[in-house]
């Protein structure tokens, strides 16, 4: 039987757990963590076999990196290739539910939740992870290693640069640009183009300093494993 690691003992490895259940997925489950005291325990009853290195040891096993943070997520990426792996050893999660159309396409490594839509047009890159209730409309882009947090709507045509964060229940105006490794705050409202690194928040959502940002980067995303 073909076997599955998630890499990240994370709360959305126990999201996609759940997923993997309600789906009578048939592949022999384990979770990879590099935190040392995490081997040989369990998560949501899926052993933890312990750090990366692990991979080595199952080498035919399907990969799905399930940590919260685009960057790190894209670290883990980039540390499994000195390993060896190669991309195709990467599965795609999306929930039974949600209905992919003929004209989007999902890349290697993504992982789409419970509520998710796709209308028609829609392009998501490698490692992007798209939590519950995310709606993405024609002509959308959304580059990898993105995060789309829990009811985030966008609007036709916007461009969601590599690895940037949109917060829960934000909403993006059609046709904008979200810089790459942007990050936009829970419920705000983005009506024009946000340029790469910056944080913006609000209704409207405007930029915040960069001091501002700075000091937010240590209080809300350090570690952020979600």
Do not use: K
Request: with cysteine; aromatic share 4%.
């Amino acid at each position: 039987m073909r076997e599955l690691l998630l890499i990240g003992a994370s709360g959305l490895a126990r999201e996609v757990l759940s997923v993997l259940r309600g789906n009578d997925d048939p592949h022999v489950v384990y979770v990879v963590d590099d935190q040392a005291e995490l081997a040989g325990t369990a998560l949501d009853g899926v052993l933890i076999v312990g750090g990366l290195s692990q991979v080595a040891y199952h080498p035919t096993a399907d990969l799905l990196v399930c940590v919260g943070s685009g960057a790190a997520r894209a670290d883990l990426v980039a540390r499994l290739a000195d390993l060896g792996v190669t991309p195709d050893r990467y599965t795609t999660l999306i929930h039974p539910a949600v209905g992919v159309p003929d004209s989007c396409h999902v890349g290697a490594g993504s992982i789409l939740l419970s509520g998710v839509v796709l209308t028609t047009d829609v392009q998501l890159g490698e490692h992007v992870v798209v939590m519950p209730n995310v709606t993405l409309t024609h002509g959308n882009r959304v580059g990898s290693f993105a995060t789309l947090c829990a009811g985030v709507a966008v609007g036709g045509d916007v461009h969601v640069g590599r690895g940037a964060y949109i917060g829960m229940n934000a909403s993006i105006r059609e046709g904008t640009l979200i810089g790459a490794a942007a990050v936009i705050g829970m419920g705000a409202a983005v009506l024009v183009d946000v340029a790469p690194h910056e944080t913006w928040v609000g209704v409207p959502a405007q930029r915040m300093p960069a001091a501002a940002q700075l000091s937010r980067a240590g209080a809300d995303f350090r570690g952020r494993r979600g």
